[in-house]
């Protein structure tokens, strides 16, 4: 199995050496580089195309949401974790809209982490549970439910994305082209104005599609 390549980004020393300690050990997982800010993880996602980016937010020069907004116009297969100290509304949101496909508190353990990282590899949004009720409150002034003009196999798909599946796995169990899947789920993410899965996952979950 091809090993998932990591590029590291935060400014301080001690926490890339010590993200770079944990995954080292674990054999699918490659580390690349990492790079002590936005800018320069910028350029070294274009020289080490890494599947994955752990991104820190709070950084000089260019912080993480302006580097993930980059990395994802530019690079649109390579998926950024968000990686952070903070768990405040603003981070939060600045960071899903810039296009993270997660967000994980710097408190989380390693296991979690490595299971974080390869869920991302493989099209999967990863949130930590403090992070998933700030989005969950994000949506709670919507007072029209937003899922009325579903199809039922919309329902069916929007549920699966909420489980955190891949297109893949959609396209297997409901005995769909993976193309097909892919053009539902463009049509879902228009009909519900969100530009990414996760936003999509956090709509289902409040209106009760799990």
């Known amino acids: 199995m091809q090993p998932i390549r990591v590029l590291l980004c935060d400014d301080q020393t001690v926490v890339r050496e010590g993200l770079e300690a944990i995954l080292s050990v674990v054999p699918h997982i490659e580390v690349v580089g990492a790079a002590e800010h ?15 980016v752990l991104m820190d937010l709070n950084m000089p020069v ?36 810039a296009g993270a496909a997660g967000y994980l508190l710097k408190n989380t353990k390693r296991d979690a982490l490595v299971q974080a990282i390869e869920g991302i590899a493989s099209g999967e949004a990863q949130l930590s549970p403090d992070v998933a009720r700030k989005l969950m409150n994000y949506v709670t002034h919507t007072s029209v439910e937003p899922l009325a003009d579903l199809s039922k196999r919309e329902r069916e798909i929007l549920r699966r994305i909420a489980q955190g599946k891949t297109n893949r796995d959609i ?19 228009a009909k519900l104005d969100v530009s990414d899965r996760t936003e999509a996952a956090v709509l289902a979950v409040k209106f009760g599609i799990e």
């Open 62 to 97: 260019m912080n993480g949401v302006q580097a993930t907004r980059h990395i994802r116009e530019r690079y649109p297969d390579v998926q950024v974790l968000a990686l952070t100290t903070y768990a405040t509304d603003e981070w939060v949101y600045d960071a899903i809209r």
């Open 38 to 52: 936005g800018e320069e993880a910028v350029q070294m996602v274009e020289r080490f195309q890494p599947h994955v």
């Open 171 to 189: 396209a297997t169990e409901l005995y769909l082209a993976p193309g097909t899947v892919r053009n539902y789920v463009s049509e879902l993410f």
